[in-house]
């Protein structure tokens, strides 16, 4: 994750998109064509497709459903305080 520093948001860096062309250089060489390949194979993966932020409210919502409102907020009272104030700021606007 980055962060905007015009908007003070963050940004997933590590998202690619289908439609995305690489930027060229006049001193670079355009993509080969396993460039390509290597690049549709990125894709496949879920780190390169899915926001870490989706990622974790999509698990954390699955332990919610999986446990219970009781069970899961038994389980986030044992997560250090610092670390349970940085994922919601982290997942804030989600």
């Known amino acids: 994750m980055t962060e905007d520093t015009e ?5 997933d860096c590590m998202l690619m998109s289908y439609f995305e062309e690489p930027k060229v250089t006049e001193d670079e ?3 080969t064509e396993q460039d390509k390949r290597k690049k549709m194979l990125a894709l ?11 990622f974790i ?4 919502k699955a332990q919610q459903e999986l446990l219970g409102e009781q069970g899961f907020h038994a ?4 997560v250090d ?13 989600f």
């Open 81 to 93: 305080t610092e670390i349970v104030a940085q994922l919601q700021e982290f997942l804030q606007g």
């Open 29 to 31: 060489e355009p993509p």
């Open 7 to 11: 908007t003070g948001t963050y940004k």
């Open 57 to 60: 409210y999509e698990k954390l």
């Open 44 to 54: 496949k993966d879920p780190v390169h497709t899915l926001s870490l932020q989706q």
């Open 75 to 78: 389980l986030m009272e044992t």
